[in-house]
């Protein structure tokens, strides 16, 4: 299971080659929890859990950025991120982007023809204290990811499949190039996250809401004019609440308490 900034990030993982939909480059904490301390997060997380979290806005802090540019010689891709945060006494506020283009791969002695990749994301969030007991915070994050197939892995029958096995370099090899056709995929997400938290004596109750939206399209190599239009075509939208109580020692006992509600539609 994987917890996005305190959010079961939502998507469509019921295949082995769809990757959470995050952006490496927003992450400033990663947690694995195993063992009892999954029980929290459902029964579906008693093999372990994955804890992302993006920076923190910071009060009383003066304005602040990172900028990152990172290059590969295999793709020929590039890829830059740019962070901003500023904080005041009461208020924090933070904000993120990045983005990435990457052509066809290769293999020490040929092109693999259609394994580009374009991602972009951006994100932002804020922290408000107005009283002393009282944090309320909120956050969005978008990312977009199209993403190619090796061409030479598409098999319409047993005939091509052994051909496509025997041969030295992948059938429909092509000079390098930044296009994606298909087969491809496309996905995107979308993450709204509001939160407020009371800290009383020996005491805390906070509560969360979460709203988030995953596309995802997948394209085959079709005939005629249907190449843009998806085989699979899937939108999930998740809505979920929890609340919970961390209580006063009672005795010898500590610990928490909390309810959670989920609602999903996937089309």
């Known amino acids: 299971l994987v917890v996005n900034n305190g959010l079961r990030h ?20 990663l947690e694995v929890v195993k063992g009892a301390g999954t029980v929290r997060y459902g029964p579906d997380a008693l093999g372990g859990v994955i804890l ?12 602040r950025g990172e900028v990152s540019l990172t290059g590969k010689s295999n793709g020929r891709s590039g890829e830059a991120s740019v962070q901003l945060e500023k904080g005041f006494k009461w208020f924090s506020l933070m904000a993120g982007g990045s ?4 052509g066809d791969l290769h293999a020490p002695d040929y092109k693999l023809t259609n394994t580009g990749k ?10 408000l204290h107005p009283l002393p007991e009282l944090f309320i915070e909120g956050y969005y994050s978008h990312f977009d990811q199209e ?6 892995s598409v098999n319409t029958n047993l005939d091509d499949l052994l051909n496509g096995l025997e041969a030295e370099v992948p059938n429909f090899t092509m ?14 997400h979308d993450l709204y996250k509001a939160s407020a938290k009371w800290v009383g004596e020996r005491q805390s109750v906070s509560v969360q809401y979460g709203y988030q939206i995953n596309r995802r399209q997948e394209f085959d190599v079709r005939r005629g004019n249907d190449l ?6 899937l939108e999930l939208a998740t809505h979920s609440v929890e609340g919970e109580w961390k209580h006063p020692a009672w005795g010898r006992l500590s610990g928490q308490l909390g309810v959670q509600w989920l609602q999903q539609a996937n089309d």
């Open 99 to 102: 983005v990435l283009k990457q």
């Open 52 to 63: 992302i979290n993006p920076a923190r806005p910071d009060f009383n802090t003066p304005l």
């Open 10 to 29: 939502e998507f469509q993982n019921w295949g082995t080659d769809h990757a959470p939909e995050i952006d490496p480059s927003m992450i400033d904490d």
């Open 175 to 188: 000079p390098f190039s930044y296009d994606i056709g298909t087969p491809k995929q496309g996905v995107s």
């Open 228 to 233: 843009e239009i998806p085989n699979i075509d």
């Open 118 to 127: 374009e991602e972009y994301s951006y994100s932002g969030g804020f922290r």
């Open 147 to 152: 993403l190619g197939i090796l061409r030479g």
